[in-house]
């Protein structure tokens, strides 16, 4: 049985539900040909911890917010990301720090130092990806590693792989969809008659939202997420600020209750589109959408997307857009496509 050992970078929510799951259910590993063992984690509240022969996970998580790995074996009260990235015994790195949509760092920087240290990466931060995904994932192919980020776009629902591998005989010419967890779930609270105040502070106990989830309601996570799709999957080069963004933080009480009335459900809905003269044109905004249109019954964290093809037409995907666990999946997802690259074979 392979054994990948892994170094978490950030033990947050996400993080910690990936190694709960470790923790709890190793078959679910072992059926797939491996295991996991845990040989780092850093966190700027907990400080770094490498044990190469394998982190105690019940010992960790059982760890209160607000202590230190200092005093451990082999634990630091300094995050130390650089030193353990590049000098842990790790064969992946799991990044999953704070997103940064200004200019994606540290995240960059931990899968540049991961990559040029013969380590493969996984990821569920949309930053690198959306501001520098190709310029990593050149340098991945040229040290002969994987970087993978599913999670970067609808949590764990397998939206970016499922596109390369099943819709690859497709032309593909939009991508519209919604693309945010914590603004469906809480324009869908604001239809029940909470505030926006109290919305937003339930999607954040419920592990939806952004550690700034002004991200969420402004539109800057969607707008990363579309120029993760528009460029994966239509091909196109732009970077997220050519993507026109409006959020949803000006959608009042009233007018959810008003369109409610109307028979409309306010939607924050992404896009990407192939111009006839071959331009991609791509945008974020609130719309108020008819009842029978196939995104208003899209609730609470689901998102989904629809890829507009020549052949198929519509085809649209749904599920999961956020959460702990649900993300957690997308980087075992991702591990899968680490272990086949490493093991050299296609699965099913
Ligand atoms: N929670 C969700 O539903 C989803 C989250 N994501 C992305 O996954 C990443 C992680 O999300 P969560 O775990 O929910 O966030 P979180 O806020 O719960 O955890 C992030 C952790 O990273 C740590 N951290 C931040 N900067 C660091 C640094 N420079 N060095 C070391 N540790 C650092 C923080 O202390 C925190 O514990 C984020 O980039 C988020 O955008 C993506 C899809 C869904
Ligand atoms: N905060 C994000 C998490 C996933 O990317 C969301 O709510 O969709």
């Known amino acids: 049985m392979t054994t990948y050992n892994l170094a978490l970078i950030g033990f947050g929510g996400v993080n910690r539900a990936l190694a709960e799951l470790i923790r709890d259910e190793p078959q679910r590993f072992s059926s797939l040909g491996f295991e996991l063992r845990v040989v780092a984690i850093t966190d700027l509240a907990f400080g770094s911890l490498v044990q190469g022969d394998g982190i105690d996970l019940a010992a960790v998580l059982a760890m209160p917010r607000g202590s230190s790995f200092d005093g451990l074996p082999g634990g630091s009260s300094d995050p130390r990301n650089e030193e353990v990235i590049k000098n842990s015994p790790a064969d992946i790195v799991v990044e999953a720090t704070f997103t940064s949509p200004v200019d994606g760092e540290p995240a960059v920087s931990h899968v540049r130092w991961a990559i040029e240290s013969g380590k493969h990466v996984v990821t569920t931060n949309k930053g690198p990806v959306a501001l520098q995904g190709t310029s990593l994932s050149k340098l991945a192919a040229g040290n002969g590693v994987r970087f993978e980020y599913e999670g970067a776009v609808m949590?764990?629902?397998?939206?970016?792989?499922?596109?390369?591998?099943?819709?690859?005989?497709?032309?593909?010419?939009?991508?519209?969809?919604?693309?945010?967890?914590?603004?469906?779930?809480?324009?869908?609270?604001?239809?029940?008659?909470?505030?926006?105040?109290?919305a937003i502070a339930e999607a954040q106990n419920l592990g939806y939202a952004e550690a700034d989830p002004t991200a969420d309601i402004g539109g800057s996570d969607v707008r990363l997420k579309v120029a993760i799709l528009a460029n994966e999957l239509l091909g196109a080069t732009i970077h997220p600020s050519d993507v026109h963004t409006t959020g949803i933080q000006d959608i009042t009480s009233d007018d959810v209750a008003q369109a409610l009335a109307n028979g409309l459900?306010?939607?924050?809905?992404?896009?990407?589109?192939?111009?006839?003269?071959?331009?991609?044109?791509?945008?974020v905004q609130p719309i108020a959408l008819e009842a029978d249109h196939p995104l208003a019954g899209i609730s609470g964290a689901t998102n989904a997307v629809s890829f507009t093809t020549d052949l198929l037409g519509a085809v649209t995907v749904s599920g999961p857009g956020a959460g702990r666990v649900e993300t957690a999946y997308a980087l075992i997802s991702d591990i899968i496509a680490v272990d086949d690259f490493v093991k050299g074979a296609v699965r099913a």
Do not use: C, F
């Open 155 to 198: 949590s764990g629902t397998p939206v970016i792989r499922l596109a390369h591998k099943m819709l690859g005989g497709l032309e593909l010419n939009a991508v519209q969809g919604i693309l945010n967890g914590t603004s469906n779930y809480v324009l869908g609270r604001m239809e029940a008659g909470l505030r926006l105040d109290e």
């Open 265 to 283: 459900r306010w939607k924050l809905i992404g896009e990407a589109r192939r111009e006839s003269d071959g331009r991609i044109v791509a945008s």
